[in-house]
């Protein structure tokens, strides 16, 4: 169970987006999405091949994953790791990491055989 958002520290995170690599198409489906389920990115940080984006939800991070591919096409990985337990109810809190790498779209014209 997540702690209510008002309780939630500026650097929370549940699940990181790492969008290998990142283009303003993604970026924009991503954050209006998070808008539209009122959840936040919390942290950006820039890879020298994409970026990693921290997200306050564990549930709409693993969502986000199955819609990017439908919509860009590419692969999808989707993992967890132990985070904590918690103290009162002995639960298991895993964060979950979504690798996506959209399908490159060429420009080049056929190749010569």
Known sequence: MTPPKQARHSGYYE???Q?????EEIIRFINNQC???????SK???????????ITSQRLARTLGPKMKRAFGGELLITRKLHSKDRLSSV??????????????????????
């Open 15 to 17: 699940a990181i987006i």
């Open 35 to 41: 808008k539209k389920r009122g959840e936040a990115i």
């Open 19 to 23: 969008l290998r690599p990142a283009t």
């Open 44 to 54: 950006i940080a820039e890879q020298k091949n994409g970026l990693d984006l921290y």
């Open 92 to 113: 298991t809190l895993y964060r979950a990491t979504v690798l996506f790498k959209p399908r490159i779209k060429q420009e080049s014209k056929e190749q010569p055989l």
